[in-house]
Nanobody, 134 residues
């Protein structure tokens, strides 16, 4: 069974940058949709981006970013390392949360309307804490 492990969290100043990693053990991630979510204290888990499998056909489109992170966050894959990275720039204090990656090992297609919904993923990492504060 493929397990996901997030890393790279920590304390970052407002306006600063951080890069998170989502590494797979026991398998690869290149053929699966990946989502990134975050959950602030007392709030529901929020999806803010999803990305298609590396081998997905072009008509599936590209990575979907929620408006709240568009232009500041970027996701990219290193398939040789079975790792997905999340680069976060210009971070804001209200983005303090536990950040999770998730993989959909079930579906053979990709759709942001599906892959922005937490319940549509069947594998999750344990999360990594990100704190944005001066």
């Amino acid at each position: 069974q493929v397990q996901l492990v997030e890393s790279g969290g920590g304390l970052v100043q407002p306006g600063g940058s951080l890069t998170l990693s989502c590494a797979a053990s026991g398998g690869t991630l290149d053929s699966y949709a990946i989502g990134w979510f975050r959950q602030a204290a007392g709030k529901e888990r929020e999806g803010f981006l999803c990305t298609k499998p590396s081998d997905a056909l072009p008509h599936y489109g590209g990575t979907y970013y929620a408006d709240s992170v568009k232009g500041r966050f970027t996701v990219f894959r290193d398939n040789a390392k079975s790792t997905v990275y999340l680069r976060m720039n210009s971070m804001k204090p209200d983005e303090t949360a536990i950040y999770y990656c998730a993989a959909d090992f079930t579906r053979q297609y990709y759709s942001p309307s599906i892959h922005m919904v937490p319940s549509n993923y069947d594998s999750w990492g344990r999360g990594t804490q990100v704190t944005v504060s001066s």
